[in-house]
Each structure stands twice: as structure tokens, then as C-alpha cells.
């Protein structure tokens, strides 16, 4: 596994200065995308497209970003050397009949689709050149995790630009395996569900006390990043960074009881696994569609 920011990209000669992207489908993933490629100053409005079926969409993001936009998707992925593929999985199989054979060996298709594996991509669109990458929510921000897989036909070029892309929108991970794709939508991709539910379980926990919620809502969002961020700058295990604030016979203690007592980390492993087949059953409903 090789991780790289966009920063570290740039350092080894690799630029997207000439690079052209399109977009097929600008939803919310799509225009987080493009923000942060734009904050960032990797390309050019001139140099990105977005399609969608939508004018009401399409205006949006022209007037966005400055953006060029189409209604047809074939027409945005045909010049691009970067093509991201940005659809809902109920119609992929319809894109993939409208970009089949339309692509050339110097382009390559980047995935965001849950649940479509590469194989299914390769075949529909009769391409080679595929990257399959799970982005999460926070990646709106610019705080995401992605992490990707690339075919052998992707060159090293190719990997680095779209390393560029993925670090605009948080810290990229390649993985030399797809099916740490599939782990990572339910780890980090299906992750922020289980932060967002403690989290509300936090705060609901200090109304309960008596807290009026704002306050209690303030106190658990500085709680968790403060958290996070220690974990991050200290380098340490998990169970140490627990010790550290588990006194004998003190509060921690008493509350952690109560968690493996009720099984949490039973339910936080089974609810994790359970997000992992479901992406696994989502990936043959999709190779079922496209007759793989």
C-alpha cells in the first residue's frame, strides 16, 4: 500500500497542468471533487467538463466553477485524459452502453460507484485503463479517506495524476488489491455512519443528564476531533491512548464496563462486516446486470 498526498505529487514531476477532465455525473460527489481540484489550483476551470442530464444541474455548476458542461456523456468523456465516473449504480449499466468503446488507451476511467468492481467497468466500457476508488462524505470538505485501485494498464503517469486528484479532497491510499476497495466501503466509506450515530448518542446521552442540546452538541464535536487529532499526533495504540484516561475505579472504567457488558465492540464488528457483504452483494448484482 502506497499513500501520497496531491503535494508529493507535483514533487515528482507529475503535473495536471494540461490534463483534461470530465465528469459523467456532477452530483454531490462530482462538485466536491471539482471544488477542491479547483481550490487547490491543479487545473483550470477551462479544463474540467461535467455532464449531466440535467440542465438545471448543468447551469449550477457553470456558474459554480466556470466549468464547461454537456448533457451528453460520451461527448464530455471523449477528450479528456481523465474521465471520472460519478453515476448512481442504478444507472451504470445505461452509461456504460453510451461510453462503450469510446475511450482510447491514453485515457483512463476513474470509478467512484459503490459496489462496481473493475471487471464489470473494463467489460461495459471495452477499456482497459480503469482506477476504482471509494471516497467518504467527509471528502466533501477536503477531509476525506480514498482509497484506490488501479489495473496494470493505468501507467505510472497516469497513477500520479490521479493521486493529484484523489489529494485534493483528503489523504489518498493505493491498495494493490481490489478487494481492499470493497473492505474500505465498509471501513471508511460505510465509517463516518458510525461516528455520526455515536456522536448523536453522545449528545443525546448529555440532554439526558440535562445539558440543553446545543451545549451538549458542542462539547461531543470538540470531544471527538480533539480526539482524533491526539490519536493522530500521538502515535499511539488505541488501547494505550484508552488506558491513559482509565483510572482504577474512576468514570472511564465504570463506563467502559457498561460498553463490553451491552457488546459494543461485538456490534461495531458484526455492523462493519455486515456493510462489507453488502458491498459484495451489490458488486454480482452489478456483474449480474451486465452479464458478466
Do not use: C
Not at 497516469?158 to 471501513?187: C, I, P, S
Not at 491526539?230 to 482504577?248: I, Q, W, Y
Request: proline content about 4%; glycine content about 8%.
Amino acid at each position: 500500500m502506497a499513500r501520497k498526498t496531491a503535494a508529493q505529487a507535483d514533487e515528482t514531476g507529475t503535473s495536471l497542468a494540461e490534463a483534461q477532465l470530465a465528469f459523467v455525473g456532477a452530483g454531490v460527489m462530482a462538485e466536491s471533487m471539482i471544488a477542491g481540484i479547483l481550490k487547490r489550483g491543479l487545473v483550470s476551470p477551462a479544463q474540467i467538463v461535467a455532464s449531466h442530464p440535467r440542465e438545471d444541474r448543468r447551469t449550477r455548476l457553470a456558474e459554480r466553477f466556470g466549468i464547461r458542461t454537456s448533457a451528453d456523456n460520451a461527448e464530455a468523456a471523449r477528450s479528456a485524459d481523465i474521465v471520472v465516473l460519478a453515476i448512481k449504480p442504478q444507472v451504470l449499466a445505461s452509461v456504460l452502453k453510451q461510453l462503450k468503446g469510446v475511450l482510447t488507451p491514453a485515457q483512463v476511467a476513474v470509478s467512484v460507484i459503490a459496489g462496481a468492481p473493475i471487471d464489470v467497468l473494463a467489460k461495459g466500457l471495452d477499456h482497459e485503463a480503469i482506477v476504482r476508488v471509494m471516497p467518504n462524505t467527509p471528502a466533501q470538505i477536503g477531509e476525506g479517506m480514498m482509497v484506490w485501485h488501479s489495473t496494470p494498464a493505468v501507467g505510472e503517469a497516469q497513477r500520479a495524476q490521479v493521486q493529484a486528484v484523489l489529494g485534493a479532497l483528503g489523504e489518498e491510499l493505493w491498495v494493490e488489491d481490489e478487494k481492499y476497495v470493497d473492505m474500505a466501503t465498509a471501513l471508511s466509506g460505510t465509517g463516518p455512519t458510525f461516528v455520526f450515530l455515536m456522536m448523536e448518542a453522545l449528545i443525546d446521552a448529555g440532554v439526558h443528564m440535562g445539558f440543553p442540546r446545543r451545549i451538549a452538541e458542542q462539547i461531543v464535536l470538540q470531544t471527538v476531533a480533539g480526539s482524533v487529532e491526539f490519536a493522530r499526533d500521538s502515535g499511539k495504540h488505541m488501547a494505550e491512548l484508552r488506558n491513559m484516561v482509565t483510572s482504577p475505579g474512576g468514570t472511564s472504567a465504570e463506563a467502559i464496563y457498561q460498553m463490553e457488558k451491552g457488546g459494543l465492540r461485538t456490534v461495531f464488528s458484526r455492523a462493519v462486516y455486515a456493510a462489507y457483504q453488502r458491498t459484495q452483494s451489490l458488486a454480482k448484482e452489478q456483474a449480474s446486470k451486465s452479464g458478466s
